[in-house]
């Protein structure tokens, strides 16, 4: 079994290794993570979360104003100042309390110290990370790549459709998944990971796009299963705003039936009156 899964690894790894190297030829160097400080890649790990990175730059660049970009002040910050600095991020209240979360286990376990934390081996590090509310996997893991140099990739939303959309790997694979499939098939090198994440993000914002890609232009095309011939069709694509054709049909279909029989206006008098209509019919 091993001898014949060894051949179809060794591609795999060599099909990455060309799709990283056309990539850097494309688009060049990426230059992540745009932070000065670790600790700026962290609080941008986490700002990142559920939104665009141009807010979350924002809400960094607040908190440079206030001046707590450095870990004795930003814990002594209260959590009003943190959620003004906090809230162009979006999600203010969430983020500000993972932020507060993070500063107390590093205080409790690391004595405050960022150099302490990452010294120590990388998969005891993930694991009591992971152990902080309001730090999920991807943000653990862009955490760990870009502000302390381990080898763990970062499994996210762009890296996932673009492999799933080339066929390596299946659709509903999740996270762990993706990231154990790209753990087999490359060496362990944090300069690689760091890069190849960085290039596969601007293809997803480039042209893997959720609703619609432009394969025509993608420098990744030629790897596509049908080749240079083919490109990928969102198949959730059908117009589904109203007064679109065929928007009715497309939402009524995958509406729920309860959401279908309720009434237009679902309150006040309208309500009221629906539900004497619905006593009435049951009677």
């Given amino acids: 079994m091993l001898v014949e899964a060894a051949p179809a690894q060794a591609e795999t790894s060599e099909t990455l290794r060309r799709y990283y190297d056309v990539l850097l030829a494309r688009l060049g160097p990426q230059g992540w993570w745009p932070a000065r400080t670790r600790l700026e890649?962290?609080?941008g790990a986490i700002l990142t979360q559920n939104t665009a990175w141009a807010n979350a730059a924002r809400a960094i660049a607040r908190l440079r104003r206030a001046g707590f970009l450095n870990v004795v002040r930003l814990c002594r910050a209260s959590r009003a100042e943190l959620?003004?600095?906090?809230?162009?991020?979006?999600?203010?209240?969430?983020?500000?309390?993972?932020?507060?979360?993070?500063?107390e286990w590093l205080e409790r376990a690391c004595g405050g110290s960022l150099h302490r934390a990452f010294s120590r081996s990388p998969e005891q590090l993930r694991e009591e990370l992971l152990a902080v509310r309001g730090l999920g996997p991807e943000?653990?893991?862009?955490?760990?790549?870009?502000?302390?140099?381990k080898p763990f990739f970062v499994a996210d939303?762009?890296?996932?459709?673009?492999?799933?959309?080339?066929?390596?790997?299946l659709p509903r694979a999740g996270y762990h998944a993706v990231q154990e499939f790209l753990h087999r098939a490359l060496a362990?090198?944090?300069?690689?990971?760091?890069?190849?994440?960085?290039?596969?993000?601007?293809?997803?914002?480039?042209?893997?796009?959720?609703?619609e890609a432009d394969c025509t232009a993608c420098p990744l095309r030629e790897f596509l299963p049908g080749g240079l011939h083919n490109t990928w069709v969102c198949r959730c694509s059908a117009p589904i705003h109203r007064g679109l054709?065929?928007?009715?049909?497309?939402?009524d279909k995958f509406r729920p039936a309860l959401l279908r029989r309720r009434p237009r206006r679902a309150c006040g008098r309208g309500l009221i009156a629906w539900m004497r209509r619905k006593k009435r019919g049951a009677r």
Avoid: W
Wanted: aromatic share 10%; proline share 5%.
């Fill in 139 to 149: 943000t653990v893991d862009a955490i760990l790549l870009y502000a302390g140099g």
């Fill in 188 to 211: 362990p090198d944090p300069a690689m990971f760091n890069e190849f994440h960085a290039l596969l993000v601007e293809v997803g914002k480039r042209y893997c796009k959720r609703r």
């Fill in 83 to 103: 959620e003004m600095c906090v809230r162009p991020a979006g999600f203010y209240r969430q983020k500000t309390a993972a932020i507060r979360n993070f500063l």
């Fill in 41 to 43: 890649v962290i609080l």
């Fill in 245 to 251: 054709p065929g928007s009715r049909q497309r939402r």
């Fill in 157 to 169: 939303a762009y890296t996932r459709r673009i492999l799933v959309r080339h066929g390596m790997v």
